[in-house]
């Protein structure tokens, strides 16, 4: 049974960090990401991570603040967050790539095939 668990989500001011984990089980995907959801508004892409060949990618929006990163020991996937914005609010999905996709498809989500149920993130200015 493939599970994806994400935790570390909470409020925080403007400026503010939080770092979420994502824990995987059942399933070892050499292409993680996180998406966030923000009401009234499509998932989006916010960063991933291709173990193969070790590449990173980012959405515009978050490049210099955000940091994907992953653990393969534990099979856990981080997204350390930084210079917090009330606009980050939203909630923040692990999801677990399809094996073999691209790198230019790292922020869609159909080339995803697991996710987790994602955690709430909450930024005040």
């Known amino acids: 049974q493939v599970q994806l668990v994400e935790s570390g989500g909470g409020s925080v001011q403007a400026g503010g960090s939080l770092r979420l984990s994502c824990a995987t089980s059942?399933?070892?995907?050499?292409?993680m990401g996180w998406f966030r959801q923000a009401p009234g508004k499509e998932r989006e892409g916010v960063a991933a991570i291709y173990t193969n060949p070790g590449s990173t990618y980012y959405a515009d929006s978050v490049k210099g603040r955000f940091t994907i990163s992953q653990d393969t020991v534990t099979n856990t996937v981080y997204l350390q967050m930084n210079s917090l914005k009330p606009e980050d609010t939203a909630i923040y999905y692990c999801?677990?790539?399809?094996?073999?996709?691209?790198?230019?498809?790292?922020?869609?989500?159909?080339?995803?095939?697991?996710w987790g149920q994602g955690t709430q993130v909450t930024v005040s200015s």
């Open positions: 999801a677990a790539g399809i094996a073999g996709a691209y790198g230019q498809f790292w922020n869609v989500p159909s080339f995803y095939n697991h």
């Open positions: 059942g399933y070892i995907s050499n292409n």
